[in-house]
């Protein structure tokens, strides 16, 4: 399994700010991956983030508001660019790794409150 | 389309079996996953199911059947410290994404 740190744990933002978000895991991984979580809904990837390329983004999201930095295989970045009180969520960082049952599966980091106010 | 469904809520007591059920569609499938989420927490990796069938860990199992896009996670003896969500997930054949279905928050009562 790998273990995944994200700073900061919650922030209370004003709407028009950016904040950025940062994820550190305790082994080279060669993609990891940046969801949202709202309030009572499923967990929906933004993007991923691959070392030493674009990150690739869903439907619905885009780089000029959610930019991703992945400077080498064990950090990535996304901040979250000109908030508005929609932005309200958990942000989740990902990365694959074995399950210890022949399978891999996805690891989380412990997230991200944001609060825009 | 992809979608997946499970029920929003449940209830049950303590030293009970639940049931949580996970039906799916998607356009490729490549495996089932059961994650838990406590409140305030990341969600971990409890399942996963690829062929038709029980699994079993412990208190917990999944079953799968794909023919008719259907799973479920069977907790027995159930502990207060089992309350929490579980996300039913599914892999696409040939990518690496993963689909979430909303959860299902399990409030065990003493």
């Known amino acids: 399994s790998a273990v995944i740190s994200q700073k900061p744990s919650r922030d209370i933002c004003q709407r028009g700010t950016s904040l950025t978000i940062q994820c550190q895991v305790d082994?080279?991984?060669?993609?990891m991956f940046w969801y949202r979580q709202q309030p009572g809904q499923s967990l929906t990837l933004i993007a991923t983030?691959?070392?030493?390329?674009?990150?690739?983004?869903e439907s619905g999201f885009v780089i000029d508001k959610f930019p991703i930095s992945r400077p080498n295989l064990t950090f990535s970045t996304l901040t979250v660019s000109n908030m508005s009180p929609e932005d309200s969520s958990i942000y989740l960082c990902?990365?694959?790794?074995?399950?210890?049952?022949?399978?891999?599966?996805?690891?989380f980091g412990p997230g991200t409150r944001l609060l825009v106010l | 389309g992809q979608n997946i469904d499970q029920p929003t809520e449940m209830t049950a007591t303590e030293g009970a079996i639940v049931q949580i059920n996970c039906t799916y569609q998607?356009?490729?499938?490549?495996?089932l996953f059961w994650y838990q989420q406590h409140a305030g927490e990341a969600p971990t990796f409890l399942s996963y199911?690829?062929?038709?069938g029980l699994e079993e860990k412990g208190r917990f199992s999944s079953f799968l059947s794909r023919s008719k896009g259907y799973s479920y996670l069977l907790l027995k003896e159930l502990q207060m410290k089992d309350s929490a969500s579980y996300l039913c997930?599914?892999?696409?054949?040939?990518?690496?994404?993963?689909?979430f279905g909303t959860g299902t928050r399990l409030k065990v009562l003493a």
């Open positions: 990902s990365v694959g790794g074995s399950s210890g049952t022949g399978t891999e599966t996805q690891y």
């Open positions: 082994s080279q991984v060669t993609m």
């Open positions: 983030a691959n070392q030493g390329s674009e990150a690739t983004y």
């Open positions: 998607t356009s490729g499938f490549n495996g």
């Open positions: 199911n690829v062929l038709d």
């Open positions: 997930a599914v892999k696409n054949s040939g990518t690496y994404k993963y689909i």
